[in-house]
């Protein structure tokens, strides 16, 4: 009720405003030739106002409505530019001109917001290669694999971690709004699409450590993702043998409703069907997505984010064949299967943000969201698998197959785990420029979390005849001096029924200022977070625990011929348990867990130069993170399980650099190398190396064209990364097992021709229906690398031996493409 009367209130203040003075608003950045933001250009209208343009090219100006006003673009070194713009009441116009020094040229480009946000050490991503670099599982995560300190060894996962973090320790918002992921995906064969629709995006910041406290208590890194707001009616869409997506943009013809929508459809069987394990594989994600806006004033706007997404997995296994061992010693795995795996993921996400322009320095928002999942996990698969001697005769037309094999053992696996989770939040946020180089932002935030989980899982192996115990059976076993009388037990059983509320309120402030200090520019941001949480629930005790954190930055901009930025950012980091990270490997929630913290000290430095005339960009980082409270996890593919106690402590530290720019005129690139170190120490047994210790990193986006050809385009997208810990045997002890998985290898190549670009003129009438076409082919995995995400192991029998068999990833898989935009 409080709610919906904060909405009828700012309804009638926006009645208030309407009976006010009647204006539009322009803004945008004034750019030179080279796309570079020009300050100190002064814009005015033939109504005797006007602005001027500041050190970041940025300007913004009222005009009256319904009244033509022209703008008119002055600067000393430029030429001069008039625009007439005749705007609506409220309505909003977003104007980019680019100012010639030769010719009067009037330009609309993308706004390339590097430069204002290498002082608060954010990656900014181009719209424009998101849509163009697409991959096995298309999407934002698809780019972050090539930047330093980001690890993506799955390429049918959307997950990443970062600089030593895991899965569950990266912040996603989409214009300010938290938005949430699943809980029970274990594999990367059942994981749907990427929340983001890169369809929908205007822009991409990525913070890998030491962020500011504006963004929430997570340990690792922050994706923030703006979506687009239309300036005109527009249609695309994408279509390709893995499935595909249509889009629109639409506004109103007063400008004061506009709205893009998405839909996207997925089938990974392509990809899958090429995997070693033969059988009907049913893999179908699909989702829709829109924000809206409605503008009632100038100073009154009302957004809404809507997701829906239903993701199906079915799988019936046949059988399965790996080879592995040496050339001289060949051995095969042979797996026969019988039974299904059924899973399926539900998401609902709504949220209504409410922004209210008090003035020109002041910025009111409210954020009200609901996250909604309901999720099922069920198989029963029961598998009978033996080891064979693989034919190595050169010339035999067999060669290759298993000429004998022997029994060994078998596997029966059954689960029926169904998770009911509701999530709520509502939330205040402030912005203030104190004046035209000191802003404050603030926010207060109440989030309520209603989890219900049923978890019904258990294992049985068979060795042999013999049924394998579990590895922490304690009932002594003296055969043959005397008969064991113990019961038959599964090697894994967990039962669990979990009803959890989690209440949490956060709040943060932070003050940022912009100086020059003898003609050094100097950045600084100093902020806090508060963090307060109850968990409750049925045959749960109440406990509630409350966190601080302080985080501060500094960058200078020294007054040197050369273009050099120098960056330090760090604190005190928490993250407080989130519903995964209190279940413990039984299933069963353990209340007291406290929050991880992470003390973080980054220190960069960019410099910008220009090389073959082009501009470039090299970024460093090094860093150092000091973790205690740890909660130590397992990680099998993608699914993570906490031991939910805070026994450990561990440390991380590394070096990032990456170099961007045109290497081919025109175009965007960027090579990225990145070393990491992480280790923990768990119940003071000493260090060793996290699930998430990839020691080296190399990344490549590199875009072309053939200069004779230039709608004849190419993209490649290279990645190798180390390998991490992650071969062990499951429940296997960290310390007797440091086994570390393969590297991982993968380069995804992209041509396309195009057949309609905007920026050119054509005879043929059909291609007037278009703004943009463009038909290709994608090669992924073209070296045909056999990538690896786990071990499966299997004991001999005879010889007692136990063998780590490789789980293989994608091989390489062959897709077409057809782009348009209308």
């Not at 309804?11 to 204006?23: A, I, K, M, P, T």
């Not at 005749?86 to 104007?95: C, I, R």
């Not at 959307?158 to 274990?186: A, C, H, K, M």
């Not at 003296?478 to 064991?484: A, I």
Request: proline share 4%; glycine share 6%; no cysteine.
């Amino acid at each position: 009720m409080k709610f919906k009367s904060l909405i009828a209130f700012l309804f009638v203040l926006s009645s208030f405003y309407l009976g006010q003075s009647q204006s539009g608003t322009i803004r945008g950045i004034v750019l030179d030739e080279a796309n570079n933001p020009l300050p100190v250009v002064n814009i005015s209208t033939n109504l005797n106002t006007g602005t001027v343009s500041d050190d970041t090219g940025f300007y913004e100006i009222k005009i009256p409505a319904d009244t033509e006003v022209t703008l008119t673009f002055t600067h000393i070194t430029h030429k001069k530019l008039e625009v007439k713009f005749n705007l609506k009441d409220g309505q909003s116009v977003e104007f980019n001109p680019v100012l010639k020094i030769n010719v009067v040229q009037i330009a609309t480009v993308i706004i390339n917001t590097n430069t204002r946000q290498s002082v608060d050490g954010v990656t900014t991503i181009s719209p424009a290669v998101l849509r163009t670099i697409k991959g096995a599982q298309p999407g934002i995560e698809n780019i972050l694999k090539t930047l330093p300190g980001v690890n993506i060894s799955n390429e049918l996962s959307t997950q990443y971690s970062v600089r030593g973090g895991n899965f569950d320790e990266n912040l996603v918002y989409v214009n300010e709004i938290e938005v949430y992921r699943p809980f029970l995906i274990r594999s990367g064969n059942q994981e749907g699409l990427s929340f983001v629709n890169t369809d929908l995006v205007q822009n991409v910041d990525f913070s890998a450590g030491g962020f500011q406290a504006r963004y929430g208590d997570k340990l690792s890194s922050v994706l923030d993702i703006t979506y687009k707001t239309p300036l005109k009616f527009g249609l695309s869409t994408d279509l390709s043998l893995l499935g595909g997506s249509i889009a629109t943009e639409l506004i109103s013809a007063d400008s004061k409703f506009s709205g893009i929508a998405g839909l996207r459809y997925r089938d990974n069987s392509l990809i899958l069907n090429n995997l070693e394990t033969d059988g009907n594989v049913e893999p179908v994600f699909a989702d829709a997505q829109t924000y809206l806006t409605y503008k009632f004033t100038d100073k009154f706007h009302l957004n809404f984010l809507g997701n829906i997404s239903l993701n199906k997995y079915k799988f019936q296994p046949q059988n399965r064949q790996t080879n592995f061992g040496t050339i001289q010693n060949p051995v095969a795995l042979l797996v026969f299967y019988e039974g299904q795996e059924n899973d399926q993921y539900q998401t609902y996400f709504g949220a209504f943000k409410v922004n209210y322009f008090a003035s020109d320095d002041l910025t009111l928002k409210l954020i009200a969201s609901t996250y909604h999942t309901i999720e099922q996990e069920y198989f029963d698969i029961f598998a009978q698998y033996r080891l064979g001697e693989v034919n190595t005769n050169i010339g035999d037309e067999d060669l290759g197959e298993v000429e004998f094999s022997e029994g060994i053992g078998s596997q029966l696996t059954h689960a029926r785990n169904d998770l009911d989770a509701l999530i709520m939040n509502i939330e205040h946020r402030g912005d203030y420029d104190v004046d035209d180089k000191s802003n404050l932002e603030w926010s207060v935030k109440y989030t309520h979390e209603d989890i219900r989980d049923r978890l019904v899982e258990w294992e049985v192996i068979d060795s042999a005849g013999f049924s394998i115990r579990p590895p922490n059976f304690t009932l002594p076993n003296l055969q043959p001096d005397m008969p064991f009388n113990g019961p038959l037990t599964a090697f894994q059983n967990i039962r669990a029924l979990n009803k959890v509320k989690i209440d949490r309120l956060q709040a943060f402030a932070q003050y940022s200022r912009r100086t020059d200090v003898n003609g050094n520019e100097i950045f600084f941001n100093v902020g806090a977070r508060a963090h307060n949480w109850t968990i409750s629930g049925d045959n749960i005790a109440s406990n509630t625990q409350t966190v601080i954190s302080p985080r501060a930055q500094f960058a200078i901009k020294p007054n040197w011929d050369s273009d050099v930025l120098f960056r330090a950012a760090g604190g005190l980091y928490y993250q407080p348990p989130f519903y995964r990270e209190l279940r413990d490997s039984m299933g069963v929630v353990q209340p007291k867990v406290k929050a991880q913290k992470s003390y973080h000290i980054v220190l960069g430095n960019e410099y910008s130069f220009n090389l073959w005339e082009r501009p470039f960009k090299l970024v460093s980082e090094v860093y150092y993170k000091n973790l205690t409270d740890v909660n130590p996890y397992t990680l099998e593919n993608v699914r993570i399980r906490y031991r939910a106690k805070n026994n450990a402590r561990a440390y991380a530290y590394g070096l990032d650099l990456r170099l961007n720019g045109e290497f081919v005129p025109g175009t965007e690139s960027w090579f990225s190398v990145g070393y990491l170190k992480t280790e923990e120490n768990i119940d003071d047994r000493g260090y060793i190396a996290r699930p998430t210790d990839q020691r080296l990193k190399f990344g490549v986006l590199f875009q072309d064209y053939v200069p004779n050809i230039p709608d004849l385009k190419m993209y490649l997208n290279l990645v190798y990364n180390t390998g991490v810990p992650g071969g062990s045997p499951s429940y296997a002890d960290p310390y007797d097992f440091q086994i570390r998985l393969r590297d991982y290898r993968r380069a995804d190549l992209g041509i396309s021709y195009v057949l309609v670009d905007r920026d050119k003129t054509y005879n043929a009438n059909w291609k007037h229906s278009f703004d943009e076409l463009s038909i290709g082919f994608e090669i992924y995995n073209m070296f045909n690398n056999q990538n690896t995400i786990t071990n499966t192991w299997v004991r001999d029998v005879y010889s007692k031996r136990q063998f780590a068999i490789p789980n293989y990833l994608t091989p390489r898989v062959f897709n077409l493409r057809l782009s348009a935009r209308f």
